[in-house]
Nanobody, 127 residues
């Protein structure tokens, strides 16, 4: 059914920037929900940025709003996450994900819709 391959993780000092990339198979990119999630040791996985690819509408939680930007290049089946003003609390493994859209009353791509996941890429932010 396809795969998601992330790249671009690494180590950076607080205040720095990184850009993550996710190349998706055509099958997965045909789904309407693409997004980035992260998980730090001992913590639950959390949503970071989501794009409803059909309209290009985006969602960010307050923890990253104004610092992270999700974008896509549909000609390359590639999803990006530009991360600026990074903080030590952004340290985590970041996962690319895809899923079918289903409107839940407020959003077309709520977290439970994501069923396909990449292998993850590590982001470490030092103070």
């Amino acid at each position: 059914q396809g795969q998601l391959v992330e790249s671009g993780g690494g180590s950076v000092q607080a205040g720095g920037s990184l850009r993550l990339s996710c190349v998706a198979s055509e099958y997965l990119y045909s789904k309407y929900c693409m997004g980035w999630f992260r998980q730090a040791p001992g913590k639950e996985r959390e949503e970071v940025a989501v794009i409803y690819t059909g309209r290009g509408s985006t969602y960010y939680p307050d923890s990253v709003k104004g610092r992270f930007t999700i974008s896509q290049d549909r000609t390359k089946n590639t999803l990006y996450l530009q991360m600026d003003s990074l903080k030590p609390e952004d340290t985590a493994t970041y996962y690319c994900a895809a899923g079918d859209a289903r409107f839940d009353g407020s959003r077309s791509c709520p977290p439970r819709q994501f069923g396909s996941w990449g292998q993850g890429t590590q982001v470490t932010v030092s103070s």
